[in-house]
């Protein structure tokens, strides 16, 4: 048999227990504020912050007169030489950067003096402390560094390319120190130290046509191609005129071979 109840009895009402309570780090202006405080906060580590100062200075016997001053210069630890014109650089985030030499182009992988190129970065520069200084683009199209490298008080695009181990290649609009890499080629060349070595060797590796002063036309041949012999104008050439494909061009390039300005004329 079931009890029966009181007629004045009644349930008790059910309470909810209570809930913690949060409040947004950030209270909407108009409302008010909650008295109770987060459990967890979350919070953010901020990235290295890149100012577009120059918060470098450079050694006063480093002042080489064509580098930016009024760019991004950042310190770093150089801890891979990819090759003669590529490095990974350690910078003050602790990240490590990928960093394309600004104005040089070294020999790839299976080319002549691939290995020497490479070496000769490493001598200036494997492990040690760099100053890394942007000219106009901060990155190349493979998401690399653009700079200026400098160690110590040696500004390492310009040496390797007169030690013979690179080409001077304009890539605008980055050119602030093309003219100072030009003369460092022509440099190397009149030594015939490395790249400059061998009987004219173009930029793919392949032996080009000799140089005027090799085919003893010295004076008929324009500068602008040293590793072909084109005769400067008139007439104007076009590469139709001519049989030489892939060489390197110089500013000013008085043919217009090198049309889209990246340092290789009559590419197709």
């Not at 918060?55 to 002042?63: D, H, N, R, S």
């Not at 950067?97 to 600004?102: A, G, K, M, N, T």
């Not at 590796?205 to 002063?213: D, I, K, L, N, V």
Request: hydrophobic letters at 40%; a negative charge; charged letters at 20%.
């Amino acid at each position: 048999m079931r009890a029966s109840l009181p007629a004045s009895f009644s349930a008790p009402k059910p309470t909810l227990a209570p809930v913690i309570a949060a409040t947004a780090a950030v209270t909407p202006a108009g409302l008010p504020s909650s008295t109770a405080t987060a459990a967890i906060t979350p919070t953010q580590t901020p990235r290295s912050t890149r100012t577009l100062a120059p918060t470098v200075t450079l050694p006063p016997e480093a002042a080489f007169e064509c580098i930016p001053t009024g760019t991004l210069r950042e310190q770093g630890e150089v801890v891979e030489i990819v090759d003669g014109d590529t490095i990974k650089v350690r910078l003050q985030d602790g990240q490590v950067y990928s960093v394309r030499l600004i104005g040089i182009d070294a020999p790839e992988r299976e080319q002549p003096f691939f290995q020497e190129a490479s070496q000769a970065a490493a001598s200036l520069m494997a492990g040690k402390p760099v100053v890394l200084i942007q000219d106009v683009s901060p990155t190349d199209p493979y998401d690399r560094l653009l700079r200026y490298v400098i160690a110590g008080d040696r500004f390492v695009n310009e040496e390797i390319v007169r030690a013979g181990f690179a080409y001077a290649s304009p890539y605008p609009p980055d050119v602030a120190c093309q003219d100072a890499f030009a003369a460092a080629m022509a440099d190397a060349q009149s030594r015939a130290v490395g790249l400059w070595l061998l009987p004219a060797t173009g930029r793919s590796g392949q032996a080009a046509m000799p140089t005027g002063e090799q085919q003893g036309l010295s004076g008929n041949c324009h500068p602008a191609y040293p590793s072909v012999c084109i005769p400067p104008p008139p007439p104007d050439l076009d590469c139709s005129d001519i049989p030489h494909r892939r060489f390197h061009v110089l500013p000013p390039d008085p043919h217009n071979f090198d049309r889209d300005r990246d340092g290789v004329g009559c590419e197709s």
